[in-house]
């Protein structure tokens, strides 16, 4: 059986207070690197805004027309300024505007973040402070909770919806990075050497659903179903109503036409007769 992952818990002045266990469905996981880069990927990729753009030779201004006869000067034919060897030209397969995103299913999303944090966990990343129950906001409180828990590099902070005070307290340090734990991921985990939770934020990641749910499939629309016949109706009601509904639905056929006019040709004989 796999042990359990720890990880060290501090009050929110950074003295140690022992160590906090961590779930192992969460934390205790074995790392899926190919899944972290391509989740990482497609995350870096869904950042790009994609508005490079240039101008092909039909969008570029002028250059409609011929530069000079084609014969009897002695120089290269041309027949536009605005060809693509021409300074001021268009751009031949330049970039233009384009959508970079990928899509990312669900489930792989929450296997990338799940490895990330186990992958963190085993290097001794996670950090876990009590509460942030400063008075005030201040830069320098902050900075010396990071120098007391080790986290002297680039750090992770998750906070809560009620952490104001410590989020406006850790935002001004270089290599902090600050995020809601509902807002937690593969890419932001990775990118950090400390990640530092709070019991409260530890518990909500812990909490979260990262099983496999119906919300990660496309359901098929249900199918109409089919009539039934009523068995207590008496069997002549159920063969009539079958009839005339095949009658009212099905359109006449070519002998019923012939006939039809047959019949009425000899109506109109009779007719004329009397």
């Not at 990729?45 to 570029?60: D, H, N, P, Q, W």
């Not at 397969?93 to 792989?108: A, L, N, V």
């Not at 079958?242 to 109109?268: C, H, M, N, R, Y």
């Amino acid at each position: 059986m796999p042990e359990t992952p720890l990880a060290e818990l501090f009050t929110s002045d950074g003295t140690p207070k022992g160590d906090v266990k961590l779930d192992p469905a969460v934390f205790g996981v074995e790392p899926n690197v190919p899944v972290m880069h391509q989740v990482v990927t497609a995350q870096m990729a869904a950042a790009r805004s994609g508005t490079a753009s240039t101008k092909t030779r039909s969008e570029v201004r002028g250059g409609g027309r011929k530069p000079w006869r084609q014969k009897g000067l002695g120089r290269a034919r041309h027949g536009s300024i605005r060809s693509p060897q021409w300074v001021g030209g268009g751009v031949v397969f330049g970039p233009h505007p384009r959508d970079f995103s990928q899509r990312t299913p669900k489930k792989m999303k929450k296997l990338a973040l799940r490895s990330a944090l186990s992958a963190r966990a085993s290097e001794g990343g996670i950090k876990v402070v009590e509460t942030l129950d400063w008075a005030e906001p201040k830069t320098k409180t902050a900075s010396a909770l990071l120098d007391a828990i080790g986290a002297t590099r680039k750090a992770l902070i998750v906070l809560g919806p009620t952490d104001r005070v410590a989020e406006r307290s850790f935002r001004n340090l270089p290599q902090v990075a600050i995020t809601r734990s509902g807002q937690l991921s593969a890419y932001d985990v990775l990118w950090a050497e400390t990640v530092l939770f709070t019991t409260d934020t530890l518990g909500s990641v812990a909490a979260g659903s990262f099983d496999v749910s119906d919300e990660d499939f496309v359901m098929e629309a249900s199918l109409p179903e089919a009539k039934t016949v009523d068995e207590t109706a008496p069997a002549g009601t159920a063969s009539s109503a079958a009839e005339s509904e095949s009658a009212i639905s099905s359109p006449p056929s070519a002998g019923d036409t012939d006939q039809a006019a047959d019949s009425g040709d000899g109506f109109a004989a009779e007719g004329e007769e009397g």
